[in-house]
């Protein structure tokens, strides 16, 4: 059986390519709902919930203070450290205790 209206989940996955930094959720809430309106009493906790338990299918990352922005975005130029070796590692000693601190660079998670 097909579904005759998009999900939010998809609704939210479609709007997050058409952003790349922040945006705020009113702004996202009310593109969603004039894709898909909502007769409830507050039509943006369904879009809320989806945002706060569904992070992985919506695209989106919450920022706090009412702000959003996209995943892939939020994700650019995200490096990862790198698991090595010790030969590979490169010792360094810090002067102001007796503390080596190893040097390992780091690369792209994705």
């Not at 005759?4 to 945006?23: C, N």
């Not at 709902?33 to 919506?58: G, M």
């Not at 650019?76 to 190893?102: D, E, M, N, W």
Request: hydrophobic share 35%; net charge positive.
């Amino acid at each position: 059986m097909e579904q005759s209206e998009p999900t939010i989940s998809s609704i939210l996955l479609e709007l997050a390519d058409e952003y790349s930094g922040i945006v705020s959720e009113r702004e996202v809430f009310e593109r969603v709902l004039a894709r898909r309106p909502s007769h409830a009493k507050d039509p943006y906790a369904s879009i809320r919930n989806k945002l706060r338990y569904d992070a992985i299918e919506t695209g989106w990352v919450r920022l706090g203070g009412g702000e959003l922005i996209p995943r892939q975005a939020a994700l650019q130029g995200l490096r990862c450290p790198r698991q090595q070796s010790r030969q590979s590692a490169k010792p360094r000693y810090s002067s102001s205790s007796k503390t080596i601190l190893v040097s390992m660079p780091a690369r792209p998670c994705f």
